[in-house]
C-alpha cells in the first residue's frame, strides 16, 4: 500500500467514502487538456443528501504539475456531518468567472468511532434493534390506540412492525454485503459450483 499522504499517490479519481476527522486528497489529471489549471479554477461543491440545508462544503483543486489536486485536511473533516452527499465538479473559467458543470456523483461521509458518544452502527441497524425492542415490549402491552382528553396516540400494528423490522434487516443484510465486496470476501450472493 502506497502512503496516501503522499500526493504523487493520491488516487485518480474522488473517493466513495471517507470517515470524519480523515485526511483525504484525490487527482484529476483527466482535465488539463480541456482546462488548463493555470486558467480555470475546479471545485467540488457537496451537499447532503438529507436535508441539505447548511450541509455544504467546497474542495478547490490546486496545480499539481498539471493535474488537479484535491485536499481536505484532517481539521476540515472533522467538522462535515456523517451521511450521504452529493456533489458536482465545478469548472470556473479564471477570466470572466463562467461556470460550468463538468462530473457528478455521490460519496459518504462515515461516523468517528475515535469520537465519544458516537454510534457506530448504520441507520438500518439502530432501527432493526429499536423495532426488535417494539416487538418484545408490545407482549405485555397490546394497545394500539389511546386517546386522553381529546388527544390521540396511534401506534403501529405488530404487522406493520414486522414489515419495518424485515425492511431493515434486508438493508442491514445489503449493507454487510457491501463491505465483504470492498474487502474481497464472498457475500453469499455468488453460487459456487466444484467438479
Known sequence: MANLFDAANAPETEPDEFVIGDFVQWKRSDLHSDYPNDTYTAT?????AEGG???????VGTASGT???FTIASATSASFDAGHHHWHLEIVRDSDSSRIVIDQGHW??????????????????????KIQSLL???ADNDVSNYSIQGRSLVKLT???????RDYYASE???????ERRKRGKPTGATIVARF
Do not use: C
Open 53 to 59: 440545508g447548511n450541509h455544504e462544503f467546497q474542495v
Open 172 to 178: 442491514v443484510a445489503r449493507e454487510k454485503r457491501k
Open 158 to 164: 405488530i404487522d406493520d412492525l414486522l414489515r419495518w
Open 108 to 129: 459518504d461521509v462515515g461516523t468517528d468511532i475515535d469520537a465519544s458518544g458516537v454510534d457506530p452502527r448504520s441507520h438500518a441497524e439502530i432501527m432493526v434493534d
Open 136 to 138: 418484545e415490549n408490545r
Open 67 to 69: 493535474d488537479f489536486l
Open 44 to 48: 467540488y461543491i457537496s451537499r447532503m
